[in-house]
């Protein structure tokens, strides 16, 4: 307990918000993972796929009939919106930040799904801790550099699972995949992961995106089937 020094302003926490209790929570679970000391016990294969889909061993393209070759020396990420300190991100500067390795699950929407895809990349956390979402953000909008855009709350792109990838499997992304970068939210259906990600945009409302305006769920769990609106 540390008592007030007269003369020194003591710096008040700032109250509680959902984004600061997601961050915290996020952080939390990312450092029992690392520390290996909370590492779950690996589930049977049978429990992982959720009902409705199948497990395959190859990695099918999904796109919209476009897949946009930029490269490394133009690309760029910008991250902005209701945020403190928006940014544009030159390749180097996202190798720069701290980088994980992050093996999950891909459910697509279209019933196959690919158990144990390790992606290396940057946590969509570190990219919110550059920025710092203002309290008033509560859903991020991403956009491809196909035209292609998916929505998500916060709290879901704030789980320490979700990365901004540019490696799949110890390899660069290939570019049918979304390389240079693309985004990956294993607890939901892959279509909310944007693959060649150019523009991370934090709104104080929701947007639908691009399969989210066609019918898609805007929730998109996987584990409840939870695959139209
Ligand atoms: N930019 C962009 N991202 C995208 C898509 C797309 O068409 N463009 N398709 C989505 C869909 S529907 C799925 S299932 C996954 C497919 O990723 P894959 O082609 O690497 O399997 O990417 C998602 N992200
Ligand atoms: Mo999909």
């Known amino acids: 307990m540390v008592d007030h020094v007269p ?3 003591v710096a008040t926490p700032a109250p509680p918000s959902p984004v600061n209790e997601a961050y915290i929570a996020a952080k939390e679970r990312w450092a029992r993972r690392q520390s290996g000391a909370a590492r779950p016990a690996p ?32 690309w760029e990420l910008r ?4 945020v403190e300190n928006p940014v544009v991100l030159k390749w180097a500067d996202f190798l ?46 991403f956009k491809g550099y196909d035209g292609y855009s998916t929505n998500n709350p916060i709290e879901v792109c704030l789980d320490d699972d979700v990365v901004v990838a540019h ?18 939210l294993p607890k939901r259906y ?12 934090f ?10 305006n066609r019918g898609y769920s805007n929730t998109a769990d996987p584990w409840t089937e939870d695959r139209f609106s």
Do not use: Y
């Open 167 to 184: 490696s799949w499997n110890g390899q660069p992304l290939p570019v049918e995949h979304g390389g240079p970068a693309r985004v990956i």
């Open 7 to 9: 003369g020194i302003q």
């Open 96 to 141: 720069a930040l701290p980088q994980v390795r992050d093996t999950s699950d891909f459910h697509c929407v279209t019933t196959w799904s690919q158990l144990d895809m390790t992606w290396d990349g940057v946590l969509f956390l570190t990219l919110a801790e550059l920025v710092r979402p203002k309290p008033t953000a509560t859903h991020v909008f």
């Open 190 to 201: 892959a279509w909310k992961g944007s693959k060649w990600v150019r523009e991370i945009t």
């Open 79 to 82: 991250i902005g919106g209701e």
């Open 43 to 74: 589930r049977p294969t049978s429990e992982r796929i959720p009902a409705g889909q199948r497990q395959v061993h190859n990695f099918p393209v999904l796109d919209l009939g476009v897949k946009p070759a930029i490269p490394q020396e133009t």
């Open 203 to 212: 709104l104080d409302h929701d947007i639908l995106g691009f399969w989210e």
